[in-house]
RNA sequence: GCGGGAAUAGCUCAGUGGUAGAGCAUCAGCCUUCCAAGCUGAGGGCCGCGGGUUCGAUCCCCGUUUCCCGCUCCA
């Protein structure tokens, strides 16, 4: 099975089996936008859960938070989001190069520019391509172009062309406004009066943004940032020593340039994050310390553990605030891509919230009876990417042979048990003999136990045993005749499909036992 | 944003300028059975959406939306 097959087949059982959905699909579908179904909302749930008890409940270290989606608006300019995400990006109409206008190398407006290229053929695809498309005949000099005519103070920095889309302004972040006023009536009056005649390009963006602005708010594009703004509170109220940490899971959301692999790389998509603050000096030890943790954790949920891998950021892709940074990536279909970043954040958030809220954002150490501002380190994960993650770890083709010597297909999710949407199924082997009663009184127990049980009594019961293959639930119960005269009943492994038979008033009890085992 | 491909039943796909098919799945019944068994029957599609050409379009043309692949981009 080919990567591209993997993917294909990933994504349709997503959808047959439910899932995951794409969003508004009767509607013709909303780009990048996928909900998840009836199994698809279990597994993520589990895989969040877990998540949790890891980072929150196994530790005494660190405490959560769950945080408002919409938060002040200075917040996103303290921590740079406003600023640093909306510079005006434009196209090359030449050699289709996209780049920040702002970054471009300068020229005076009007003056000749030469257009370079990397060989003969691609100067004389680009000639042709200038002449019909602007009508301008350019001279070709081997590699270069000359005569071209400067539109704007700047050109492409990789061809040197001036023929340009217009300035796009990408805002990486959801704007909206809070309040029932509509920013839209600003903008009407002062068009009215006529406070915006004459102005054009940026100066007009900029005089809208500013008649747009008071009401305007953000949903978050990452949930750390409510972490750092009650980081006092929340050391102050819960008495939190120095090293600790704050988690938060969420939803957030960015307008990505480009959305990619399904639930990859999506709008809106939920984090797993967690800041820890401890003391500077002491950050590398942490972040060596929180790399380990992270990586042990994805892999031990999954079957292929040599899919993962580190790479540490090259110090020229590190983010404005960064110190360093590690991804744990796994192997996609596509090749590798990111699932969690575990970045040495430094005192660089608080230091910009301490200076845009005036407020103190630090630490006072009672022992050692110093202040200082924590240094943080920042394990981030995607949930919804985990998802895909252990779903493509999961998927398994088996070639079985049938009783009748006939070669089959069987489709398994060897999800870790921990993830499975449903723990067990529980199957009558017949629709009669009382069966269907003990069954659904079996299904009633574990319920009552808080593990999720289905009952299934449609078909034959070997096509039951690979419906729930193929949704990863690990054990399959059937009462069969002999449970009817000894009260025991069979427990079958969905990864061996072998069988065993257990008291039925023991099998919640193994069940448990077999739960536990499975999470360590 | 660019280039290429795709969109037909829940899924995988076939198909033709003359009002649509298969396999699997679903549902009902028979069979009463431990690994997708068999038999009988049923439901289900304005052939992604909008426009054009045509007597007539699922098919040809244009636009659009969504998905996939490759670039590009990417905290």
């Not at 193929?470 to 025991?488: C, F, M, R, Y």
Request: negative net charge.
């Amino acid at each position: 099975m080919s990567n591209a097959e993997l993917m294909k087949k990933v994504v349709s059982l997503c959808k047959r089996r439910g899932f995951v959905f794409q969003s508004s699909e009767i509607y013709g579908g909303l780009k990048s936008a996928y909900d998840y179904g009836p199994l698809g909302v279990e597994l993520k749930r589990n895989l969040m859960s877990a998540w949790w008890r890891e980072m929150v409940h196994g530790r005494e270290d660190v405490v959560g938070l769950d945080a408002s989606i919409v938060m002040h608006p200075r917040v996103w300019e303290a921590s740079g989001h406003l600023a640093g995400f909306s510079d005006p990006l434009v196209d090359c109409k030449v050699c289709k190069e996209r780049f920040r206008a702002d970054k471009a190398p300068r020229v005076e407006k009007g003056a000749e520019v030469t257009l370079s290229f990397p060989d003969k053929g691609a100067a004389k695809v680009a000639e042709e391509l200038v002449q019909k498309q602007f009508g301008v005949t350019l001279k070709r000099h081997d590699k270069d172009l000359q005569g071209a005519v400067a539109q704007r103070d700047y050109v492409c920095p990789n061809c040197g062309s001036p023929y340009l889309s217009d300035e796009r302004q990408f805002n990486l972040m959801f704007k909206s406004s809070l309040g029932p006023t509509d920013p839209l009536g600003e903008v009407a009056a002062a068009i009215e009066g006529g406070a915006l005649a004459g102005l054009e390009g940026r100066e007009l963006r900029a005089k809208l943004e500013e008649l747009t602005k008071p009401p305007a708010v953000y949903l978050r594009p990452e949930t750390a940032q409510a972490m750092f703004v009650q980081f006092v509170n929340i050391q102050q109220s819960m008495s939190m020593k120095i090293p600790f940490g704050i988690a938060q899971m969420g939803k957030s959301f960015r307008n990505e340039i480009t959305v990619e692999h399904f639930i990859f790389r999506s709008c809106e998509f939920e984090q797993m994050e967690m800041e820890f603050f401890c003391e500077p000096g002491t950050d590398d030890h942490w972040m060596d310390y929180w790399v380990a943790q992270r990586m042990n954790w994805w892999q031990k949920y999954a079957n292929d553990k040599t899919k993962f891998r580190l790479r540490p950021h090259a110090p020229d892709e590190l983010a404005h605030y960064a110190k360093g940074c590690f991804d744990i990536e796994y192997e996609y279909p596509w090749g590798y891509g990111e699932l969690e970043g575990i970045a040495n954040r430094t005192d660089y958030d608080l230091g910009k919230h301490a200076q845009y809220s005036g407020q103190k954002l630090d630490y006072f150490d009672p022992e050692a009876k110093k202040r200082f501002v924590p240094y943080v380190i920042e394990p981030a994960a995607g949930a919804t990417r985990g998802v895909l993650v252990y779903l493509l770890d999961a998927y398994c083709e088996e070639e079985l042979e049938t009783p009748r010597g006939e070669k089959e297909t069987r489709v398994v999710l060897k999800l870790h048990p921990e993830l499975a949407p449903i723990k067990v199924g529980v199957f009558p082997l017949v629709k009669k003999d009382g069966m269907p009663e003990v069954a659904r009184k079996v299904v009633a127990e574990f319920l009552a136990h808080g593990i999720n049980a289905k009952y299934d009594e449609q078909h034959a019961i070997g096509k039951r045993y690979r419906r729930h293959d193929e949704i990863g639930t690990p054990w399959g119960l059937t009462i069969d005749h002999q449970s009817l005269e000894d009260g025991t009943l069979t427990i079958r492994d969905r990864d061996t499909m072998t069988q065993r038979r257990i008291p039925i008033d023991t099998v919640v009890a193994e069940i448990e036992g077999l739960l536990r085992a499975a999470r360590k």
